[in-house]
């Protein structure tokens, strides 16, 4: 439904000025060491739990902005409030399938029953995408969380597949096919996501004041990201 467009002198600019940060998240040491095997179980599992209340959270944030859609009919209100509640739907199904993924790296079930207080690093992901969710534009959330997020997520579940299938019957695991439905999700249908999401950028921020919040909220999310993997790495 939303077609992807050349990209306007600003969101060119945008892409160049964050690059750097979403390389420092996909080329990331956990994941580099995933694609080793050099990756514990234990530091899996502490990946796997702290992360746990961000995608739970997930398509909370989602909602956040969907309450922001304006009203009326025009083309880029119903084309951004569609996009919203189909992806929604499908955010509904991730917590259950990160349970699996975390159940086959040998977390209990009853770690991921009770509140989980991430490091943190961790939690100040979660924090800020609640603040640009509630309090920024639709354009903010949606740069600090569809585009700042499922972006470099679509990436490196893409590098990473293969080598968490090779953990298959290391110590600590029961790994079944239900352990990578959230992998193989994320790696096949998230890399349209965050040029969707660009083309709602376009739509809705307008003037380069505008323009340079969602650069902001789009670099702090990234950054953010990459302490909250650190801290789980360390």
């Known amino acids: 439904m939303i077609k992807i467009t050349p990209h306007p002198a600003w969101v060119v600019d945008l892409l160049e000025s964050v690059r750097p940060l979403k390389e420092r998240v996909v080329n990331h040491k956990i994941f580099s060491d995933i694609c080793q095997l050099k990756l514990t179980i234990a530091q899996f599992q502490r990946a796997l739990v702290n992360f746990y209340p961000l995608i739970e959270s997930f ?48 977390v209990a079930k009853e770690v991921l029953d009770k509140e989980i207080h991430p490091p943190p690093a961790v939690d100040a992901l979660n924090n800020y995408l609640w603040r640009v969710c509630t309090y920024g534009s639709l354009a903010e959330g949606i740069g600090a969380s569809n585009f700042a997020v499922e972006g470099p997520t679509g990436e490196w579940t893409k590098i990473t597949s293969d080598y968490i299938r090779k953990y298959q019957g290391k110590e600590g695991t029961r790994i079944t096919d239900k352990t990578f439905e959230w992998v193989t999700a994320h790696a096949n249908y998230d890399d349209k996501h965050p040029y969707e999401a660009l083309e709602i950028l376009k739509a809705y921020a307008t003037t380069p004041a505008e323009q340079e919040k969602v650069r902001y909220a789009i670099e702090r999310s990234l950054e953010y990201y990459a302490m909250a993997l650190d801290a789980c790495y360390e």
């Open 59 to 106: 398509p909370k944030f989602m909602s956040l902005n969907l309450t922001k859609v304006p009203l009326g009919g025009t083309r880029w209100n119903k084309k951004t409030k569609y996009w919203l509640i189909v992806n929604i739907n499908q955010e509904r199904l991730h917590a259950g399938w990160w349970r699996d993924f975390a159940f086959g790296f040998g």
